[in-house]
């Protein structure tokens, strides 16, 4: 790092420190920075305490919570744990379409709020409003998750990031300047990359050389590929935090091998922000539970036991404007039954499985989640990309990448004959070649996609 990288590190960290000083966040920041370090029952108590406030505002001012409320017995003041909740409806995406404003609570400024939006890749477009104590708080998680991953304010960063929504703000002169200047990070548009704009993406990395790397995860995987490819051995982040998309296994080992730094994975969504992050244990996923009470629930809204699959239904506890009272998010997730070694109280995620929407039932009622396909792709060459779409409950149709060294016949052998023996022998399979895999519209890429219901 060159001297004037320093000063300029220096003069940001400053800038930031004072901005701080009087913003909500750069508090609750520092909150969380010794909340986390709790013993799990004082951060329960907390949670609950702040659960407890949520339910009161809600039940006064939100009659649709009052309705749902009353109807199964629920009084907020007589909450005294997560578990009291148990009972309660989850609230689905389609609930929020319907309901939308009716969310909204009646004793806030609606001026104030901020709007956001989310569900490109879910099939349920949302709108929802978000106040500024929630806002505080989730940037105070976003500054922890990043302080997990080792990087400090004022360092060189760089995003690969695919959605065209974030990405406004660091387009044109201006955005740019203030990215170099201010912000010291290099954006990289990711949205819908294509081979030449990855290998350009790796050129402007090698120059920038930041401290971090925060990365969808598909894109991390991809720029990762061309780089062994193309023997590319300067991309050299300190560390890389992963997001947006399932980390696979193997897709950790293929970035800390191209990259040769550790990976810190990060789980959240735009409804609730971040939800649980990595610590340099890397022994699973910390949930961020001052912020978001974490429920895993089997198909009967009951408590999975730890090491089994639960779909994740958050109660975001800040947003009081529009609160999210058990959203079902759509994910899967499971629960480690250890705590992590680094003595931090936040329970753990053992890994987040995937959307509901990436699993896929063969024709004989199995569920195949995504890894299982990349397990088949884990022995042939030369496939750069990959992607199975679910049409019918017998029919996969498998659109491939290929790069050097790829040899269509072995490889759709193999795939083919790993798909009956291993998932189901019922299914037929197709092929198809793409130059490269468009994402969705919200710049997320599925690798599996399925378009019939489940069981
Ligand atoms: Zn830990």
Known sequence: MSLLDRIHGAAIRTGFALWYGWQPYGRHTAFLERSQWWPWPQLEEYQTAKLRALLTQAYANIPFYRQRFDEVGLCPAAVHAPADLIGLPVLTKAEIQDHGENLLARNVDRRRLHQDHTGGSTGHPLAFYQDAGYTAWCNADKLRCYRLAGYRLGQRWAFLWGSDYDAQAHKGHRGQLADRLVYNTLWIDTFDLDVEMLAAAARQLARWRPRILVAYVSSAVLLARLVQERGIVNVLPHAIQTSAEVLTPDDRRLLEEAFGCPIFDRYGCREVGNIAHECSAHQGLHVLAENNLLELLDEADQPVPPGQPGRVVVTNLNNHAMPLIRYETGDMAV?????????????????????????????????????????????????????????????????????????????????????????????????????????????????????????
């Open 335 to 455: 629960a480690s039954a250890q705590p992590c070694t680094c003595g931090r109280g936040l329970p753990l995620l053992e890994s987040v499985v995937g959307r509901v929407s990436d699993l896929i039932t063969s024709p004989s009622g199995r569920l195949l989640h995504g890894e299982f396909f990349t397990h088949l792709f884990y022995k042939t060459r030369g496939v750069r990309q990959f992607r199975v779409i679910q049409e019918t409950r017998h029919d996969l149709l498998i659109e491939l990448v290929p790069g050097p060294g790829f040899d269509q016949a072995t490889t759709c052998n193999l795939v083919e004959q790993g798909i009956q023996q291993h998932g189901d022998p019922a299914f037929r399979v197709r092929f198809e070649l793409h130059e490269h895999l468009a994402p969705s519209a919200s710049g997320k890429y599925q690798f599996t996609i399925s378009r019939v219901p489940h069981l």
